[in-house]
């Protein structure tokens, strides 16, 4: 009988090759290093990359056939097992390619499409995936090769007449039916909490941003929410939500939303648009970035674009994270700037008096003088107001502090004038 203890071996990562057709639209360096980190966050090793200089990529293979020659070779000595492109192709371009190099292929929206079906948590998270991934696979159906074509039949299978394109096409779209309903009834949901936090007058501060920049971070740092903060890009998916008492004493709620990317596929957009809708009815927006990236500037504006398609108009304040790992600030940035370091807490109480200028003025510094019987008020005043001073006078409590409206209403009585 053997005493060897069978040791489990690690399971293999993929090798890419990333792809990349540099028609001069934006700069495809930039583009690859970040194609790079979303293959790394995929679970896959980038063993190498082709660049290819065109007006425009080839209808046909994307990269043209003479090139894709080139790829083939490059992936065989590389052993590769993917080639990942670095723009979004087509059904006949991913067939025709994967023909040519003799390997798989998929591109940068099925990528983050695969990140995200990784990381959602939630149920909502998980409906939201599958309805981006069902959207971008229906019309790519069509490209799939003549396997699609085929009639179906037989007992318990697809009608007589009907091709298996047609019956994959039609339980795509019920699918999707059925994935727009439960999420309809999730934002519905959603839609009822906002309701009732806007009757009970809670404010709220959402925390977006290029992804990888800092935000859950941030978030631990300001409520000790424990929410995963990893150095992978999209390490959160779901919105967390914690409240936190800020200097003038109310208590908001911050709201912790989806990280955001370069050319961010459309279907993760509308699939997503119920969650990325809390940073729009937010009361301010906090569009965190980090300092230390180069492209600080381009990341910033990646979200202030983001923003303005999902009808943002309100406050925004821009965090300049990890401010402590730069070797020089991004200059030109907007009045409402904000240099911190989620990592170390520096400059977080700056942020939280920015966020106070930002929200509305519906608070004042008052006088009260409370009798002895009211001290259940005394302490609801403590608890949701700023004390300045308080102390006991014959009459009861005399209290200088900072209210908000709802409160304000309730004391009227007992402000001293």
Known sequence: MSNLIEIPQEERRERAVLV????????????LAELKELAKTAGADVVGEIVQKRESPDKATYIGSGRAEELRELCVNLEADVV??????????????SDLIECDVVDRTALILDIFAQRAQSAEGRLQVELAQLQYRLPRLSGQGASMSRLGGGI??????????????????????????????????RLGLRERRKKVGTQTVAIVGYT????????????????????????????????LKLPDGRSVLFIDTVGFVRR????????????????????????ICDASSPEAHEHLAVTHRLLEELGCTKPIV?????????????????????????????????????????????????????????????????????????????????????????LLDTVKEYIVE
């Open 318 to 406: 821009e965090v300049l994270n990890k401010c402590d790992m730069a070797a020089e600030l991004p200059l030109g940035m907007s009045g409402r700037s904000v240099c911190i370091s989620a990592r170390t807490g520096e400059g977080i109480d700056r942020l939280l008096e920015a966020v106070v200028e930002a929200l509305p003025k519906d608070r004042r510094l008052v006088t009260l003088l409370l009798p002895f019987s009211a001290g259940a008020l005394a302490e609801r005043c403590r608890r949701e107001g700023a004390v300045e001073s308080e102390e006991y006078v014959p009459e009861g409590l005399s209290m200088t502090v900072t209210l908000g409206e709802p």
């Open 156 to 189: 318990g299978t697809r009608g007589p007449g009907e091709t298996k394109l047609e019956s994959d096409r039609r339980h795509i779209r019920r699918r999707m039916a059925a994935l727009r309903e439960a999420l309809a009834e999730v934002e519905a949901h």
């Open 212 to 243: 990888n920049a800092g935000k859950s971070t941030l978030l631990n740092t300001l409520t000790g929410a424990g929410v995963l903060a990893e150095d992978k890009l999209f390490a959160t998916l779901d919105p967390v939500s914690r409240v």
């Open 20 to 31: 990349a057709v540099d028609t001069g639209e934006h700069d495809v360096e930039i583009s």
């Open 84 to 97: 990942i492109a670095d723009d979004e192709v087509t059904a006949t371009q991913q067939r025709n390619l």
């Open 264 to 287: 961010l596929p459309h279907q993760l957009v509308k699939a997503f648009h119920s969650t990325l809708e809390e940073a729009v009815n937010a009361d301010v927006v906090l569009n």
